[in-house]
T-cell receptor, first 113, second 114 residues
């Protein structure tokens, strides 16, 4: 079956540090890949997505590149802010069938001033 | 503004009672979903519906029920058969018919069993 594995959190950084949150996936075919962000007490919202190999999704300074050869979609940001503190979820949508997404367990990011 | 609304934001239930969580969307999306979120466990799919008057069980459907009588509404009932219902419940929707479309989430309902 499909699966998404994210690095364990929490990830704790100082403001302006470089961020990487690792995400690898298992799926047949060519899934679409997503990063969602969840702020405390809220629902998830889409951060970025990529729908085919070598695509780069980007938004609000965050980037992730769809790497088919390593089945990865790592999230990066060059300089984090306190306001980036949240839980980040990696997800995939399979290329066929029921279009039900598979989510990773989420990675908590804490950014200190 | 298009979006998904969930109500109430907080809900308290006594043991043995059924309770219904509301989810409404005005995005004209065909597919709607219910997830349960517990600390450290990510999202677990309870039920989903890809078209009006049809819905399917997800990974943890036991103790829950849903209906989809209208395209914009997908209420979730937490029954007394659900052994541990205290959790954060998220409703989502998507266009549903392609592999490239993301989900849109509501703000969630936090259910506490007293």
């Amino acid at each position: 079956g499909n699966s998404v594995t994210q690095m364990e959190g929490p990830v704790t950084l100082s403001e302006e540090a470089f961020l990487t949150i690792n995400c690898t996936y298992t799926a047949t075919g060519y899934p679409s890949l997503f990063w969602y962000v969840q702020y405390p007490g809220e629902g998830l919202q889409l951060l970025l997505k990529a729908t085919k190999a070598d695509d780069k999704g980007s938004n609000k300074g965050f980037e992730a590149t769809y790497r088919k050869e390593t089945t990865s979609f790592h999230l990066e940001k060059g300089s984090v802010q306190v306001s980036d503190s949240a839980v980040y979820f990696c997800a995939l949508l399979p290329s066929g069938g029921s279009y039900i997404p598979t989510f990773g367990r989420g990675t908590s990011l804490i950014v200190h001033p | 503004d298009g979006g998904i609304t969930q109500s109430p934001k907080y809900l308290f239930r006594k043991e043995g009672q059924n309770v219904t969580l509301s989810c409404e969307q005005n995005l004209n999306h065909d597919a709607m979903y219910w997830y349960r979120q517990d600390p450290g466990q990510g999202l677990r799919l309870i039920y989903y519906s890809q078209i009006v008057n049809d819905f399917q069980k997800g990974d943890i459907a036991e103790g829950y029920s849903v209906s989809r009588e209208k395209k914009e509404s997908f209420p979730l009932t937490v029954t007394s058969a659900q052994k541990n219902p205290t959790a954060f419940y998220l409703c989502a929707s998507s266009i549903g018919t392609t592999r490239v479309n993301e989900q849109f989430f509501g703000p969630g309902t936090r259910l506490t069993v007293l």
